[in-house]
């Protein structure tokens, strides 16, 4: 069993930035690719960002590319940089463990933080 609990949400105007984070526990949560999903209103859940277990390699949903870092520290900690914000950036992001790309799941995923961008 992994457990992930996300910090760092809130409301930023548009342009500007957050960084979230994610502590994750469990038994063997440091062989785990980790990343990010989102799900905005009305919305279903789409793939954000993922980093393998050793950090070495990263993915990220083209909408976010060149804006977004993902990173961990540890393994067990993951934290994703947002910069230049939108409004469509808006969304609850969800920490997620062996995150995947075509369906927006994971094998694991957290409560999620709200992340407000106001235009």
């Known amino acids: 069993q992994v457990q992930l609990v996300e910090s760092g949400g809130g409301l930023v105007q548009a342009g500007g930035s957050l960084r979230l984070s994610c502590a994750a526990s469990g038994r063997t949560v440091s062989t785990y690719a980790m990343g990010w999903l989102r799900q905005a209103p009305g919305k279903e859940r789409e793939f954000v960002a993922a980093?393998?277990?050793?950090?070495?390699?990263t993915d990220y949903a083209d909408s976010v590319k060149d804006r977004f870092t993902i990173s961990r520290n540890n393994a067990n900690t993951v934290y994703l940089q947002m910069n230049s914000l939108k409004a469509e950036d808006t969304a609850v992001y969800f920490c997620?463990?062996?995150?995947?790309?075509?369906?927006?799941?994971?094998?694991?995923w957290g409560r999620g933080t709200q992340v407000t961008v106001s235009s």
């Open positions: 997620a463990a062996n995150p995947r790309r075509a369906t927006g799941t994971a094998d694991y």
């Open positions: 980093i393998n277990w050793s950090g070495g390699r």
